[in-house]
């Protein structure tokens, strides 16, 4: 089998290229490419590792043919279409916790920058002036620092903002009053916040709900002469009422590592506005943290792309590298299930549950979930896979249920499958022999044993003496070859099911003469 192959389309510390060959991956580092020069490239590649100037636009992920993942060095990930990635079957993950210390680190030195206004009093003293009488600071002890998210990153900046004797008060809709208790920060509403804070900190990721949360009316009625630090996302501010607050004196001062265009154009008007610093987005640029977040993305993304195991998804559940193994067979057969479903279903799936069984029922769910329900949607799409199965099912409004039991049945591991049909549920059943062969066992309440594999036939019929020899004999006129007979029924003389595997494809003229055969209700050739 050919190596998997990774493009690093980013900086990155040199330590991620080493992780991916260790792990057993080709890796091309190629970086500052235009977006058109990366799409000409991306079909190329199972795996794209990214830090944030990589934009993954849908036009990049319509030619990346072969992608399967995509890793970011980093934690905000609104430079990739997720939703667009999804749809396409691409997992994207990130490293949320490996540049958190060090960007909650470069917010708190923006403080500081802030009260002793450092930068402008470093430039005028190096310019040969010696101004002591221009900057006058003020104290950060006693101060309140209001935060704006209080998740990873505003918990680190809140511990150390305590350590330096503020006041922390958060505004983070997730915020428990136990978390809150935990970190030492009082919580409170936006408007409370913005009117009892000194410093802000902004620690959210960019959405809907938080873009221009730093809005002109906010900035207007807060508490004057509030100084403000964005090291989150650019755009959670609005930057041309900042400009006109900062000349206003209404906010004092404005520390900004992140802009809503990055680079920001030369002449961005912040730049001339009084108390304003900025930094490069470099909230996350330290030695430490980009060592973190490159040995972590590769480790993910090589665990994805060699063994299966997912971690830090942000649109797949998570499946370690010791889960894995022994899911694989499960998946197998769980897709296999929600294939044959999907080929004998007729018209509208609408609800779908996927039952546990035994040992079935003590493994992660989600992962067979996703397998049964890439299998089902095969049927309608060939670009199917797990990742974008449950998007999918979710688009079509198909209602999926989960359910565990972990009582051990006939079999001592089974996966059941069943859909609402308008002739009331039906259900297949499937069971893994020796812990990885996949065997289905039931279909629609007839116990059956079948492999489940290549060309198959498919044959409702009665219950009648005769019937496997001229079904026998049909085939053998049309010169297909049978490799497995597999039968069962409900009762003598009543409904039979019948599965063949043959070794050809089934012809429409076929199935047609075997419709046509004495005693046979359904009949339907089947492909896994
Ligand atoms: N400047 C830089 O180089 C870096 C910037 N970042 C940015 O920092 C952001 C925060 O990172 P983490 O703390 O690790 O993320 P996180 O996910 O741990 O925390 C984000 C917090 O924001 C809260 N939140 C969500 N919507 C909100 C809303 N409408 N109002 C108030 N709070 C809301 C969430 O509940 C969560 O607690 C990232 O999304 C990323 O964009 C992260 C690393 C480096
Ligand atoms: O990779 C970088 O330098 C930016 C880090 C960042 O913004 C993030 O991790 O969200």
């Given at each position: 089998?050919s190596?998997?192959k990774?493009?690093?389309?980013?900086?990155?510390?040199?330590?991620?290229?080493?992780?991916f060959?260790?792990?057993?991956?080709?890796?091309?580092?190629i970086?500052?490419?235009?977006?058109?020069?990366?799409?000409?490239?991306?079909?190329?590649?199972?795996?794209?590792?990214?830090?944030?100037s990589?934009?993954?636009?849908?036009?990049?992920?319509?030619?990346?043919?072969n992608?399967?993942?995509?890793?970011?060095?980093?934690i905000?990930v609104?430079?990739?279409?997720?939703?667009y990635?999804?749809?396409?079957?691409?997992?994207?993950?990130?490293?949320?916790?490996?540049?958190?210390?060090?960007?909650?680190?470069?917010?708190?030195?923006?403080?500081?920058?802030?009260?002793?206004?450092?930068?402008?009093a470093?430039?005028?003293?190096?310019?040969?002036?010696?101004?002591?009488?221009?900057?006058?600071g003020?104290?950060v002890t006693?101060?309140?620092?209001?935060?704006i998210?209080a998740?990873?990153?505003?918990?680190i900046?809140?511990?150390r903002?305590?350590?330096?004797?503020?006041?922390?008060?958060?505004?983070?809709?997730?915020?428990?009053?136990?978390?809150?208790i935990?970190?030492?920060?009082?919580?409170?509403?936006?408007?409370?916040?913005l009117?009892r804070?000194?410093?802000?900190?902004?620690?959210t990721?960019?959405?809907?709900?938080?873009?221009?949360?730093?809005?002109?009316?906010?900035?207007?009625?807060?508490?004057?002469?509030?100084?403000?630090?964005?090291?989150?996302?650019?755009?959670?501010?609005?930057?041309?009422?900042?400009?006109?607050?900062l000349?206003?004196?209404?906010?004092?001062?404005?520390?900004?590592?992140?802009?809503?265009?990055?680079?920001?154009?030369s002449?961005?008007?912040?730049?001339s506005?009084?108390?304003?610093i900025?930094?490069?987005?470099?909230?996350?640029?330290?030695?430490?943290?980009?060592v973190?977040?490159?040995?972590?993305?590769?480790?993910?993304?090589?665990?994805?792309?060699?063994?299966?195991?997912?971690?830090?998804a942000?649109?797949?559940?998570?499946?370690?590298?010791?889960?894995?193994?022994?899911?694989?067979?499960?998946?197998?057969?769980?897709?296999?299930?929600g294939?044959?479903?999907?080929?004998?279903?007729?018209?509208?799936?609408?609800?779908?549950?996927i039952?546990?069984?035994?040992?079935?029922?003590?493994?992660?769910?989600?992962?067979?979930?996703?397998?049964?329900l890439?299998?089902?949607?095969?049927?309608?799409?060939?670009?199917?896979?797990?990742?974008?199965?449950?998007?999918?099912?979710?688009?079509?409004?198909?209602?999926?249920r989960?359910?565990?039991?972990?009582?051990?049945?006939?079999?001592?591991?089974?996966?059941?499958?069943?859909?609402d049909?308008?002739?009331?549920?039906?259900?297949?059943?499937?069971?893994?022999?020796?812990?990885?062969?996949?065997?289905?066992v039931?279909?629609?309440?007839?116990?059956?044993?079948?492999?489940l594999?290549?060309?198959?036939?498919?044959?409702?019929?009665?219950?009648?003496?005769g019937?496997?020899?001229?079904?026998?004999?049909?085939?053998g006129?049309?010169?297909?070859?049978i490799?497995?007979?597999?039968?069962g029924?409900?009762?003598?003389?009543?409904?039979?099911?019948?599965?063949?595997?043959?070794?050809?494809?089934?012809?429409?003229?076929?199935?047609?003469?075997?419709?046509a055969?004495?005693?046979?209700?359904?009949v339907?050739?089947?492909?896994f």
């Amino acid at each position: 089998m050919s190596k998997p192959k990774v493009l690093i389309s980013d900086k990155m510390d040199p330590n991620a290229a080493r992780i991916f060959e260790e792990r057993g991956c080709d890796v091309d580092v190629i970086t500052g490419e235009t977006p058109e020069e990366l799409a000409t490239r991306i079909g190329e590649y199972d795996g794209l590792a990214i830090r944030s100037s990589t934009k993954v636009t849908p036009a990049i992920l319509d030619a990346a043919t072969n992608l399967k993942v995509i890793g970011r060095a980093g934690i905000g990930v609104d430079n990739v279409d997720i939703p667009y990635a999804s749809s396409k079957g691409v997992v994207v993950m990130n490293t949320p916790f490996g540049n958190s210390i060090t960007t909650a680190e470069h917010a708190i030195a923006m403080i500081m920058a802030l009260a002793r206004q450092i930068p402008e009093a470093n430039a005028r003293t190096q310019a040969g002036e010696w101004p002591k009488s221009a900057f006058m600071g003020v104290e950060v002890t006693g101060k309140t620092l209001g935060l704006i998210g209080a998740g990873n990153i505003g918990s680190i900046v809140a511990s150390r903002a305590l350590g330096l004797k503020m006041k922390v008060v958060a505004y983070d809709p997730f915020l428990t009053e136990e978390r809150a208790i935990e970190l030492g920060v009082e919580k409170v509403d936006l408007d409370t916040l913005l009117s009892r804070a000194d410093f802000v900190s902004l620690h959210t990721p960019l959405t809907d709900q938080t873009r221009n949360i730093l809005s002109r009316e906010r900035l207007e009625n807060a508490k004057p002469g509030i100084r403000i630090v964005n090291c989150a996302r650019g755009g959670l501010i609005d930057e041309a009422a900042l400009k006109d607050l900062l000349e206003s004196g209404q906010v004092a001062a404005a520390a900004l590592d992140v802009f809503e265009q990055e680079p920001p154009a030369s002449d961005h008007p912040l730049f001339s506005a009084p108390n304003f610093i900025c930094t490069p987005h470099l909230g996350a640029s330290t030695t430490e943290a980009q060592v973190n977040v490159a040995l972590q993305v590769a480790e993910q993304m090589a665990d994805y792309l060699v063994n299966g195991g997912v971690t830090n998804a942000l649109n797949m559940p998570s499946l370690s590298a010791e889960e894995a193994p022994k899911l694989k067979p499960y998946m197998g057969l769980a897709e296999k299930l929600g294939s044959l479903v999907g080929q004998l279903a007729h018209g509208n799936l609408e609800k779908i549950s996927i039952e546990r069984e035994g040992h079935a029922a003590e493994l992660n769910g989600k992962p067979i979930t996703g397998a049964v329900l890439a299998g089902l949607m095969k049927c309608y799409s060939d670009t199917v896979n797990m990742v974008n199965a449950p998007y999918l099912a979710k688009e079509r409004g198909m209602e999926v249920r989960e359910v565990r039991n972990s009582h051990e049945g006939v079999y001592h591991t089974l996966v059941r499958v069943t859909v609402d049909t308008s002739q009331g549920p039906r259900s297949v059943a499937g069971t893994l022999f020796g812990n990885s062969a996949p065997r289905l066992v039931e279909i629609f309440g007839i116990g059956i044993e079948a492999d489940l594999d290549g060309h198959m036939l498919y044959i409702v019929n009665e219950d009648a003496p005769g019937f496997i020899g001229r079904i026998g004999s049909l085939l053998g006129e049309n010169g297909i070859n049978i490799g497995n007979f597999n039968l069962g029924r409900r009762d003598a003389g009543g409904e039979a099911i019948l599965l063949l595997s043959v070794d050809q494809p089934i012809s429409a003229d076929v199935i047609k003469q075997a419709c046509a055969l004495e005693g046979v209700k359904v009949v339907k050739a089947l492909e896994f």
